[in-house]
């Protein structure tokens, strides 16, 4: 059973910050890492997968870097519209979850 | 563009059977490549995979709900349901219905249904 870590569990920033998320597994899961972000009262939103690929209509802001077992996801500015908590996602074999950012504005 | 709508009751009382379907919409199930998925959020907390179906019947658990959850498609309808057995408090949450490419993430999302379990 693969154990998904995230780091911070929150964080505040400013407008124009960089903001970077890291996510860890239990094992080596390769790039089978996929990243999400949620809004209140919605449904998860898939914004990276295969660790570092930008879903179609994601702004370029949001990047994910990583192999392996340690992976980052990072806005590079910060926006209003970015409050949310993001999640990433294993698929090594069965799918996880890991538990969750929660980023709001400053 | 796909859509997912979850159905089925918000209130079902402990020991029972939680029943939900979602409906597929502008997409044919059978058309292969998607794994359809369900997976929960309990109130104020994460993620967590319940299963996923393929339309040709082949289905895959969460090892930690196997026992209680059975996962069906209905290709005639375009749905597919879940079912999980002998319901506690502990699974009041929302539910939603997804779609995974080939296993690997999941880009279609249902808006979710919160079924809460009491008596």
């Known amino acids: 059973d693969i154990q998904m870590t995230q780091s911070p569990s929150s964080l505040s920033a400013s407008v124009g910050d960089r903001v970077t998320i890291t996510c860890q597994a239990s094992q080596d899961i390769s790039n089978y890492l996929n990243w999400y972000q949620q809004k209140p009262g919605k449904a998860p939103k898939l914004l990276i997968y295969?660790?570092?690929n930008l879903e179609t209509g994601v702004p370029s802001r949001f990047s994910g870097s990583g192999s392996g077992t340690d992976f980052t996801f990072t806005i590079s500015s910060l926006q209003p519209e970015d409050i949310a908590t993001y999640y990433c996602q294993q698929y090594d074999n069965l799918p996880g979850f890991g538990p969750g950012t929660k980023v709001d504005i400053k | 563009q796909v859509q997912l709508q979850e159905s089925g009751p918000g209130l079902v009382k402990p020991s029972q059977t939680l029943s939900l379907t979602c409906t597929v919409s502008g997409g044919s199930i059978s058309s292969g490549g998607y794994y359809w998925s369900w997976i929960r959020q309990h109130p104020g907390k994460g993620l967590e995979w319940i299963g996923y179906?393929?339309?040709?019947?082949?289905?895959y658990y969460n090892p930690s709900l196997k026992s209680r959850v059975t996962i069906s498609v209905d290709t005639s309808k375009n749905q597919f349901s879940l079912k999980l057995s002998s319901v506690t408090a502990a699974d009041t949450a929302v539910y939603y219905c997804g779609g995974s490419s080939q296993r690997s993430y999941f880009d279609y999302w249902g808006q979710g249904t919160l079924v809460t379990v009491s008596s």
């Open positions: 179906i393929y339309y040709s019947g082949s289905t």
């Open positions: 295969d660790a570092s």
